[in-house]
Each structure stands twice: as structure tokens, then as C-alpha cells.
């Protein structure tokens, strides 16, 4: 069933780690079931992400971050080549491919290349869905 199937961009991995806000989705993969699923790719740039400059500031265990990722994900290896889905950002495209491979439902996403094309994308690939944090949280916290 892909309603409780997701891909998280990384954007929204990184968001949860660097607010210390972790805990928060792995309660809610586990209360409700959530399958998220994750690859080489997002894992790659989690971590390169996570040791930007910028980002040091929060002092983000990157070892035990990926670790944690990897524990509450199911990893899936992408088959290749990788479409073109996202004009404009083909670094977006394994986000994409990861939800359509792996039959999700979901993909959240706060990335302004994947949000533009939200219309063109679910007309295309109909059972999936694009949505932001705010709406994934609110999918499992709205009474």
C-alpha cells in the first residue's frame, strides 16, 4: 500500500538533524508505520550536506547521523540510468526515481525545483503525491 510509503528530499533529512529534531520522525515512522526509503545518492549528499561549512555550527554527528538514516530507512539500490524528471537541478532526479522505483506514494520535499514541477509530476505519475514537511507532519499529527 503507497500511503504510508516515502520518499524525505534530503533537505528534509538534514532539516530534522540539524534542529535536533530527529526524534521526531523516527517516532513517527515507527507510531505509524511509515516506510521511508533511502539510496547511495541521498546517503552521499546527507553527508555532504551535513559537512558544509555553514552547517558545522550544529554540530551534527555526521557518522551517527547516517547511521541512524540507515537504521530507519529501507535502503534500496536505484536502477540506471536515472531519468530526467527535474528540469533545471538534475541532482533532484534520484529523489524521483527513488519514489517511483520503490512504488512510493510520497515524496517530501522543500526543494523549489521539485515544488515547481509538483503539477507536471503528479499529472505524469498519478499515484504519486508531492508534498511539504508541514504536510507530511500534519499527514500523522492532525487529529
Not at 37 to 57: A, N
Not at 101 to 109: D, I, L, R, Y
Not at 117 to 132: A, M, S
Amino acid at each position: 500500500m503507497r500511503v504510508n510509503r516515502f520518499v524525505l528530499d534530503n533537505n528534509i533529512w538534514v532539516s530534522y538533524f540539524i534542529t535536533k529534531q530527529q526524534q521526531k520522525i523516527v517516532d513517527l515512522i515507527d507510531k505509524f508505520e511509515i516506510e521511508v526509503f533511502s539510496c547511495e545518492e541521498l546517503i552521499d549528499e546527507f553527508t555532504e550536506v551535513l559537512g558544509y561549512p555553514h552547517l558545522k555550527k550544529f554540530n551534527v554527528d555526521i557518522a551517527k547521523s547516517v547511521k541512524l538514516l540507515l537504521t530507519i530507512t529501507t535502503y534500496f539500490t536505484l536502477t540506471k540510468p536515472i531519468k530526467q524528471y527535474i528540469p533545471g537541478d538534475a541532482d533532484d532526479n534520484y529523489i524521483l526515481a527513488l519514489a517511483l522505483q520503490t512504488n512510493s506514494g510520497f515524496v517530501t520535499s522543500g526543494d523549489k525545483h521539485i515544488l515547481s514541477q509538483k503539477e507536471v509530476l503528479e499529472k505524469k505519475f498519478t499515484k504519486l503525491k508531492i508534498i511539504t514537511k508541514t504536510q507530511f507532519e500534519r499527514r500523522f499529527t492532525s487529529s
